[in-house]
């Protein structure tokens, strides 16, 4: 079975620092990748997603993330953070093996100091 | 366009009681997926419907229950409340098709028991 494991708990950094967040999976099949965000007080959101191509996916508010199937990652990057990026990370994955399940990881708390 | 919405928000029980969640997903979305975000223990996988039928369910015990109606929108049934059903619940749609992994969520109903 498939599993996502965020190491960081939490993770505070000053503002204009990059940052990374990382996230390691699990799988014996095929894996689709997403990174969602949860802003306090909300649903999550899509950040971006890896379904197949260039491992470097773009996505909104100057995200990226690295598909590494050797290392079995999939971390989050912003070269200059926000204090408006303060909010809750899930990684997430679902296996190619036609359960379409969306299985997330426990979240990286993104602590953006000014 | 309306986005997932959820009801209700906020609501308190007791142990031993019964709570109905519902779920309006985004219309034109066929599936719906229900998720269970306990403090500290990142989203948990209840139940996804598809097309009125329960195509998966995660590992939580038969009185977790709910179905999908002709109109698309969800119920979540939780029976015989235990405090640790305290949680954030999660209701999140897709069309399964283009948008594949890109799940849309509403933004919670509050369960507390007591």
């Known amino acids: 079975a498939q599993s996502v494991t965020q190491l960081d708990s939490q993770v505070p950094v000053f503002e204009e620092a990059p940052v990374e967040l990382r996230c390691n999976y699990s799988s014996s099949v095929s894996v689709y990748l997403f990174w969602y965000v949860q802003y306090p007080n909300q649903g999550l959101q899509l950040l971006l997603k890896?379904?197949?191509?260039?491992?470097l996916v773009k996505g909104i508010n100057g995200f990226e993330a690295e598909f590494n199937k050797s290392q079995t990652s999939f971390h989050l990057r912003k070269p200059s953070v926000h204090i408006s990026d303060t909010a809750e990370y899930f990684c997430?994955?679902?296996?190619?093996?036609?359960?379409?399940?969306?299985?997330f990881g426990s979240g990286t708390r993104l602590l953006v100091r000014p | 366009e309306a986005g997932v919405t959820q009801s209700p928000t906020h609501l308190i029980k007791t142990r031993g009681q019964q709570v109905t969640l519902r779920c309006s997903p985004i219309s034109g979305h066929t599936s719906v997926y229900w998720y269970q975000q306990a403090l500290g223990l990142g989203l948990q996988f209840l139940l996804w419907?598809?097309?009125?039928?329960?195509?998966n369910r995660g590992n939580f015990p038969p009185r977790f229950s709910g179905r999908q109606f002709p109109n698309y929108s969800s119920e979540l049934n939780v029976n015989a409340l235990e405090l640790e059903d305290s949680a954030l619940y999660l209701c999140?749609?897709?069309?399964?098709?283009?948008?594949?992994?890109?799940?849309?969520f509403g933004e919670g109903s509050r369960l507390t028991v007591l």
């Open positions: 890896y379904l197949s191509g260039s491992t």
């Open positions: 419907y598809d097309e009125g039928e329960e195509r």
């Open positions: 999140a749609s897709s069309d399964g098709g283009q948008g594949f992994g890109e799940l849309f």
């Open positions: 997430a994955v679902i296996a190619g093996d036609s359960s379409y399940k969306l299985i």
